[in-house]
């Protein structure tokens, strides 16, 4: 089946350790995002890429690092400069880099700092 | 510029009864409007979008929205709630023009009552 692969669901992170969020698709998309969801917050972009080897920062980039260098793969690293890390992570993908395209996300992934 | 406003973020109903929530966006630019539901512990999924067609759009599961330029809105409408229906939905906006970015809101979450 097609879709947005992320693992793993669960991770805990110790303080002062970097960890890395795997996200995959197989849906032929350009466009793959990173958001950070926090109780009543809703979503906030942390990074997206709309080509191989390219990528931008979102709103809240500080703290977290991607690489874009196949198509199908998005990883998103939570390093120790992220003071407050603990959340649900999205991982999602869109056919083109032009507006009106439906966005699809991944299951997330928990993070928690312990 | 855009942004979107949902307002309640919790709203109970019984089963049977009318939903409704409540979407307000902003936008420089004639925009595309998304309702996305998360169901718990999972990612978004679409219900439905608005992209300048027809201004009443009907989505999955029996939900629909009205897009109302002149009062800036998008509700979220189901004539008859199901338990199922249970979960957070947000409210989305994206420009037609110069740009690309999906902007969320913060969500409502339904709770549906036996």
């Known amino acids: 089946d097609g879709g947005i692969t992320q693992s793993p669901k669960y991770l805990f992170r110790k303080e002062g350790q970097n960890v890395t969020l795997s996200c995959e698709q197989n849906?032929?998309?350009?466009?793959m995002y990173w958001y950070r969801q926090d109780p009543g917050q809703g979503l906030r972009l942390i990074y997206y890429?709309?080509?191989?080897?390219?990528?931008q920062k979102g709103d809240i980039a500080e703290g977290y690092s991607v690489s874009r260098e196949k198509k199908e793969s998005f990883p998103l690293t939570v390093t120790s400069a992220q003071k407050n890390p603990t959340a649900f992570y999205l991982c999602a993908s869109s056919p083109e880099k032009s507006s009106g395209n439906t966005i699809y996300f991944g299951e997330g992934s928990w993070l928690t700092v312990v | 510029a855009q942004s979107v406003t949902q307002l309640g973020s919790h709203v109970s109903v019984s089963e049977g009864a009318l939903v409704l929530l409540r979407c307000n966006y902003s936008?420089?630019?004639?925009?595309?409007l998304f309702w996305y539901v998360q169901y718990p512990n999972q990612g978004l999924q679409l219900l439905l979008k608005y992209t300048s067609a027809a201004t009443l759009v009907k989505g999955i599961n029996g939900f629909e929205a009205e897009f109302k330029k002149s009062e800036t809105s998008f509700h979220l409408t189901k004539p008859s709630a199901h338990m199922s229906d249970a979960a957070e939905y947000f409210c989305?906006?994206?420009?037609?023009?110069?740009?690309?970015?999906?902007?969320f809101g913060a969500g409502t979450r339904l709770f549906v009552k036996a």
């Open positions: 936008s420089s630019v004639p925009p595309y």
């Open positions: 849906l032929n998309h350009d466009a």
């Open positions: 890429s709309q080509i191989v080897n390219d990528f």
């Open positions: 989305a906006v994206s420009a037609s023009t110069g740009g690309f970015k999906t902007i």
